[in-house]
């Protein structure tokens, strides 16, 4: 078999051009699977997934049909499954880790103005369109939480009752979404 010398001469960077082109050969495939699991610009995003008795939170393993506020879902690019949260704060808490590189399909909250606060179920909005509330009276099953809705109005309406601030998306940072709160404070656990 022919060798190839890079101009350095080191024998350390010396190749077989048969184990360059089976290698080549090798990894074509690959590169065009991975090309294959990234969403087109006109693919829909995955749609949600209605939680039952036994979904789980992704964090702490806490059902969450069994407790009350918004929960949330994300769906992962190149998983099959949405992983649950059984709270928003656990879900900006994960989105907003400086780690978090796994790239986001698509992020559900649910609409706290169309559904009952200590049993919410279904109402599934995108996370990104939503707005938040902050500070309310009201706990989620981690404690404090971000109230999330689907319309403004319905977001003052309960700020109105149970008071706290309005935020978009966007302006959720970290420092806002503290996990010490929750199963610490719950006696149901």
């Given at each position: 078999m022919t060798r190839y010398a890079p101009r350095c001469g080191c024998r350390r960077h010396f190749l077989r051009t048969g184990t360059l082109l089976a290698t080549g050969a090798a990894l074509g495939p690959l590169a065009w699977l991975a090309g294959c699991s990234e969403r087109s610009g006109d693919d829909k995003p995955p749609q949600p997934v209605e939680i039952t008795s036994a979904t789980a939170c992704e964090l702490d393993g806490m059902l969450l049909a069994d407790y009350p506020g918004p929960k949330a879902?994300?769906?992962?690019?190149?998983?099959?499954?949405?992983?649950?949260?059984?709270?928003?704060?656990?879900?900006?808490?994960?989105?907003?880790?400086?780690?978090?590189?796994?790239?986001?399909?698509?992020?559900?909250?649910?609409?706290?103005?169309?559904?009952?606060?200590?049993?919410?179920?279904?109402?599934?909005?995108?996370?990104?369109q939503a707005v938040y509330v902050r500070g309310s009276k009201r706990l989620g099953s981690m404690g404090p939480t971000l109230a999330s809705f689907a319309q403004e109005a319905d977001a003052q309406a309960f700020i109105a009752q149970w008071g706290g601030q309005m935020l978009r998306y966007a302006e959720i940072k970290p420092e806002m979404v503290d996990l010490s709160g929750g199963a610490n404070f719950d006696t149901r656990m």
């Open positions: 879902q994300v769906h992962y690019v190149g998983t099959a499954a949405p992983v649950y949260f059984c709270d928003t704060v656990e879900l900006f808490a994960a989105l907003l880790r400086p780690e978090q590189v796994r790239a986001v399909a698509a992020a559900y909250v649910q609409d706290m103005g169309r559904t009952d606060w200590d049993r919410p179920r279904g109402q599934w909005i995108d996370a990104r």
